[in-house]
């Protein structure tokens, strides 16, 4: 299993370019998640998934937009990328909620700049 | 108003010596659960350890358990007989409404605590 991949790696952006980036999980998991990291401030929660078709906001939304057609892909989009976006951003996935750990798991991260 | 405080930016270990990472988090939700992920220079999150709010006994994974103090609302983690390779960043998360319809498992971060192990 290859877990949770993330597609690219790493990108520049200029400024007002648009770009989305793929996150593929192959655990049949119903929940996928897109955080962003930056320095001291741990993850945020950008978007999030409960199943195919549905998305939903998290904390820190503005600026992106996400879409869920396969249950195992959610896609985040940035429409005109802004410095501010600059970041690594993280996919996630889990089964639902319950009692018990039902942890995360993670991809490898993307590192976006935009000047 | 912030839910996971984790004070201290930065922790030195010798190796093969015990360290403790602070967490504290606030809710007022009864169920919820508390988690520690790994996050090496490499840059992947692992998970480590996982407490629920109604578990009675303190979780236990290897060398890393888990402090779970209910009443002072804090999780700190404890790594026994650290390794060079303990060295990474170390976050605190909660999942809070763990049996409610809605939860969606969303996770809150706390900013972390970087580890280096000295040999």
């Known amino acids: 299993n290859a877990g949770v991949t993330q597609t690219p790696k790493f990108r520049v952006l200029k400024t007002g370019q648009s770009m989305t980036l793929l996150c593929a999980q192959d655990m049949n998991h119903e929940y996928m998640y897109w955080y962003r990291q930056d320095p001291g401030m741990g993850l945020r929660l950008i978007h999030y998934?409960?199943?195919?078709?549905?998305?939903a906001k998290g904390e820190v939304p503005d600026g992106y937009n996400v879409s869920r057609l396969k249950k195992q892909n959610f896609l985040l989009g940035l429409e005109s990328a802004a410095p501010s976006q600059t970041s690594v951003y993280f996919c996630a996935s889990s089964y639902p909620s319950g009692s018990g750990p039902h942890e995360q798991y993670f991809g490898p991260g993307t590192r976006l700049t935009v000047t | 108003a912030q839910k996971i405080t984790q004070t201290q930016p930065g922790m030195f270990v010798q190796e093969k010596e015990a360290v403790t990472l602070d967490c504290t988090y606030d809710?007022?939700?009864?169920?919820?659960?508390l988690f520690w992920y790994k996050q090496p220079s490499s840059g992947e999150m692992i998970f480590l350890i996982y407490?629920?709010?109604?578990?009675?006994q303190n979780a236990t994974e290897g060398r890393y358990s888990l402090n779970f103090q209910k009443a002072r609302k804090s999780a700190n983690l404890v790594i026994s007989a650290s390794q060079l390779g303990d060295s990474a960043m170390y976050f605190c998360?909660?999942?809070?409404?763990?049996?409610?319809?809605?939860?969606?498992?969303?996770?809150?971060f706390g900013a972390g605590t970087r580890l280096a192990v000295h040999p």
């Open positions: 998360a909660m999942r809070e409404s763990l049996f409610l319809f809605g939860g969606y498992n969303k996770l809150i």
């Open positions: 407490q629920g709010s109604y578990d009675q």
């Open positions: 809710t007022s939700d009864p169920s919820y659960g």
């Open positions: 998934s409960v199943g195919e078709g549905t998305t």
